[in-house]
C-alpha cells in the first residue's frame, strides 16, 4: 500500500467520528501524492505524515454563562493548535450549535496550508463553540465570550496563538474577548485579529475576505484572456465573506443576483443591494425576509437554492458542504464556468470532482478565502511595529498577495503535471514549506 493510503486507513480509524475531518485529509493527501512518491523513503522515515494530520494539542473546556433570565448556561469551547512549523498559531472562532471537534479539526488542517499558501510566517489552528449567539442579547454574548476567554487566555498570545473571527464571531465578539483577555493579562497585545479601528484592528480586515476571493477569481479570469465585466454570479451565505465578495464583484462590473442565511435564499435579478444587506445582517442582525421586504425586485424563498440560478460564476460564501454533487450538475447544465470558494470547504469531494471533469475553473478555499487570515496577519505586523496602516496601503498588499497564490498555485499544478487543477496546486504549494519547516526542526 503507499504511504498516503496506510495514513489515509489510520486517519480513518483514528478519527471515525469525524466525517469533516477525514473529508478535509483525503482531499490533501490525494492531490500531494506526486509529491510525497518523490520523497516516500524520507518521509515515512520521518513519519511525516503521520505529525501532520495530528495536532499538537487540542483544547477542550467548559464555558458557563448567565443568561437574561438568570439561569446559568453551559457549552463547550474548543482550540485545536494544529501546526506551528511556520509561524505561531493562528485561525478563527467559529461560534455555530454546529461545533464540535470534527469542524474545529477540519478547519485547523485546511488552516495549516491556506497559511502557508499566504506566504507569511502563520502556523494553523482553529477554535470556536457551540454557542449559537442569534438571538442572544449583547450582554448575554459578552457574557459568553468573557468566559470563553478566562479558560483560553491560558492558551494564546501574540507569538503563541492569535485567533479570529469566523461564523458567528464578528467585530462585536472580538471586541468582548480583547477586552477579557487584557483585563487578565494586563497585556495590550495582537493576541486577536479582527479587532475595532479604535484598539489595534486593521483597516480592510472586515472586507478582506471577500475581496480577497474576487482578486483572485479576476486573476484566475485574466489567465484566462477574461474579467469579471457583465458575469453573472451567484454567491450563497450573507455573512461577513458574502457581504464583500458582493461588493467587490459589482465593483468589478458583476452582477451579483443571489444571497442566502441558514433560512433561506434571495434571488435578486437587478442585483444585490449591498447598502440593503448590510443594513439587514450588520446592523439588524435580521432575517433575509427583511431584504425581500424593501427590495421590490427581489424574490425570497425558503429552504435552499441558489445553485439553480443560472450563471458565469458561481462563489459559496456559507459553510462546509454547501455546494453537493446535483448542485455541481445544475451548475454545468446551466453553464457555469467558474467556481471559486468563499467558505471553508463549501463543495464536496465529489461535486468538486464533477466541476473539474467538467471543465470548471475551480479554486479551493485554502487558496481562495486566504485573503482574510492574510490580512489578520498583516494586522499582526502593524501591532507589532505599533502603527496602522492606510485602507490603500493593506488593500494592494492583499490583491498582490491573492495574485501570488495564484501564480504559486497554478505554477505547483503545473510543475507536477497537472495543469489547471488549483485544488492540487494549492495542496502541494501549502505542504511544500510546511513539510520543508517541519524536516528541518526535527521531531517534534
Ligand atoms: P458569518 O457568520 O458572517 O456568515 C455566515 C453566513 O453563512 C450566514 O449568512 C449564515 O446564515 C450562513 N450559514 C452559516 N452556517 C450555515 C448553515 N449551516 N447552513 C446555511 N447557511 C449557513 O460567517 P463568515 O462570512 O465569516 O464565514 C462564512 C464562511 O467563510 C465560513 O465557512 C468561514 O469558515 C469562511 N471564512 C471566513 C473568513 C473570515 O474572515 N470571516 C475567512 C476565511 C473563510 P445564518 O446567519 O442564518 O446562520
Ligand atoms: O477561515 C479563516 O481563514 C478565518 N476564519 C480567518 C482566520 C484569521 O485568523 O483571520
Not at 497585556?187 to 478582506?208: F, H, N, P
Not at 475553473?361 to 496577519?377: D, H, M, R
Not at 498555485?409 to 494549492?426: D, F, L, P, T
Given at each position: 500500500m503507499?504511504y ?9 480509524k483514528k ?9 478535509a ?9 506526486p509529491?510525497?512518491d518523490a520523497?516516500?523513503?524520507l518521509y ?6 503521520e505529525?501532520?494530520?495530528e495536532?499538537?494539542?487540542q483544547?477542550?473546556f467548559?464555558?458557563?454563562w448567565?443568561d437574561?433570565k438568570?439561569?446559568?448556561?453551559v457549552?463547550?469551547g474548543?482550540?485545536?493548535?494544529f501546526?506551528?512549523?511556520i509561524?505561531?498559531y ?5 461560534l ?5 471537534t470534527?469542524i474545529i479539526?477540519?478547519?485547523g488542517?485546511?488552516?495549516i496550508?491556506?497559511?502557508?499558501l499566504?506566504g507569511l510566517?502563520i502556523?494553523?489552528g482553529?477554535?470556536?463553540?457551540d454557542?449559537d449567539?442569534?438571538?442572544?442579547s449583547?450582554r448575554e ?12 487566555y491560558?492558551?494564546?498570545?501574540a507569538?503563541?496563538d492569535v485567533?479570529a473571527g469566523?461564523i458567528g464571531?464578528?467585530a462585536r465578539e472580538?471586541?468582548?474577548m480583547y477586552?477579557?483577555y487584557?483585563r ?15 484598539y ?10 471577500g475581496?480577497?476571493?474576487?482578486y483572485?477569481?479576476?486573476a484566475l479570469l485574466k489567465d484566462h484572456?477574461?474579467t469579471?465585466?457583465?458575469?453573472t ?5 450573507a455573512?461577513n465573506?458574502?457581504?464583500y465578495?458582493?461588493q467587490?464583484a459589482q465593483?468589478l ?8 442565511d441558514s ?5 435578486d435579478p437587478?442585483?444585490?443591494d ?6 439587514v445582517?450588520e446592523?439588524k442582525?435580521?432575517?433575509l425576509t ?6 421590490p425586485?427581489a ?13 458565469d460564476?458561481?462563489?459559496p460564501?456559507?459553510t462546509?458542504n454547501?455546494?453537493l ?9 446551466n453553464?457555469?464556468?467558474?467556481v471559486?470558494?468563499g ?5 464536496t469531494?465529489d461535486?468538486?470532482?464533477?466541476l ?6 475551480f479554486?479551493?478555499?485554502?487558496a481562495?478565502?486566504a485573503g ?12 507589532s511595529?505599533?502603527?496602522s ?5 493593506v488593500?494592494s498588499?492583499?490583491q498582490?498577495i491573492?495574485?501570488n497564490?495564484?501564480?504559486?498555485i497554478?505554477a505547483a499544478?503545473?510543475?507536477?503535471g ?7 496546486g494549492?495542496?502541494?504549494?501549502g505542504?511544500?514549506?510546511?513539510a520543508?519547516?517541519?524536516?528541518a526542526?526535527?521531531?517534534?
Amino acid at each position: 500500500m503507499s504511504y498516503v493510503d496506510e495514513v489515509l486507513e489510520l486517519v480513518k480509524k483514528k478519527n471515525a467520528a469525524e466525517p469533516e475531518f477525514i473529508q478535509a485529509v483525503t482531499e490533501v493527501l490525494n492531490t500531494i501524492r506526486p509529491v510525497v512518491d518523490a520523497n516516500e523513503a524520507l518521509y515515512r522515515k520521518e513519519a511525516l505524515l503521520e505529525r501532520i494530520v495530528e495536532p499538537d494539542r487540542q483544547i477542550k473546556f467548559r464555558v458557563p454563562w448567565v443568561d437574561d433570565k438568570g439561569q446559568v448556561q453551559v457549552n463547550t469551547g474548543y482550540r485545536i493548535q494544529f501546526n506551528n512549523a511556520i509561524g505561531p498559531y493562528k485561525g478563527g472562532l467559529r461560534l455555530h450549535p454546529s461545533v464540535y471537534t470534527g469542524i474545529i479539526k477540519f478547519l485547523g488542517f485546511e488552516q495549516i496550508f491556506k497559511n502557508s499558501l499566504t506566504g507569511l510566517p502563520i502556523g494553523g489552528g482553529k477554535g470556536g463553540s457551540d454557542f449559537d449567539p442569534k438571538g442572544k442579547s449583547d450582554r448575554e454574548v459578552m457574557a459568553f465570550c468573557q468566559s470563553f476567554i478566562t479558560e483560553l487566555y491560558k492558551y494564546i498570545g501574540a507569538d503563541e496563538d492569535v485567533p479570529a473571527g469566523d461564523i458567528g464571531t464578528g467585530a462585536r465578539e472580538i471586541g468582548y474577548m480583547y477586552g477579557q483577555y487584557k483585563r487578565i493579562t494586563g497585556l495590550y497585545e495582537g493576541v486577536l485579529t479582527g479587532k475595532g479601528l479604535t484598539y489595534g484592528g486593521s483597516l480592510a480586515r472586515t472586507e478582506a475576505t471577500g475581496y480577497g476571493l474576487l482578486y483572485i477569481t479576476n486573476a484566475l479570469l485574466k489567465d484566462h484572456n477574461d474579467t469579471m465585466q457583465g458575469k453573472t454570479v451567484v454567491v450563497s451565505g450573507a455573512g461577513n465573506v458574502a457581504i464583500y465578495a458582493i461588493q467587490k464583484a459589482q465593483q468589478l462590473g458583476a452582477k451579483v443576483v443571489t444571497c442566502s442565511d441558514s433560512t433561506g435564499w434571495i434571488y435578486d435579478p437587478e442585483g444585490i443591494d449591498v447598502a440593503l444587506l448590510k443594513d439587514v445582517k450588520e446592523v439588524k442582525r435580521a432575517r433575509l425576509t427583511e431584504y425581500a421586504a424593501n427590495r421590490p425586485s427581489a424574490q425570497y424563498h425558503e429552504g435552499r437554492g441558489v445553485w439553480t440560478i443560472k450563471c458565469d460564476i458561481a462563489l459559496p460564501c456559507a459553510t462546509q458542504n454547501e455546494l453537493l454533487i446535483d448542485d455541481a450538475k445544475t451548475l454545468v447544465a446551466n453553464g457555469c464556468k467558474v467556481v471559486c470558494e468563499g467558505a471553508n470547504m463549501p463543495t464536496t469531494l465529489d461535486a468538486t470532482e464533477y466541476l473539474q471533469k467538467s471543465g470548471v475553473l475551480f479554486i479551493p478555499g485554502k487558496a481562495s478565502n486566504a485573503g482574510g487570515v492574510a490580512t489578520s496577519a498583516l494586522e499582526m505586523s502593524q501591532n507589532s511595529e505599533r502603527l496602522s496602516w492606510t485602507f490603500e496601503e493593506v488593500d494592494s498588499k492583499l490583491q498582490g498577495i491573492m495574485e501570488n497564490i495564484y501564480k504559486n498555485i497554478s505554477a505547483a499544478a503545473k510543475k507536477y503535471g497537472m495543469e489547471g487543477n488549483y485544488v492540487a496546486g494549492a495542496n502541494i504549494a501549502g505542504f511544500e514549506k510546511v513539510a520543508t519547516a517541519m524536516l528541518a526542526q526535527g521531531v517534534c
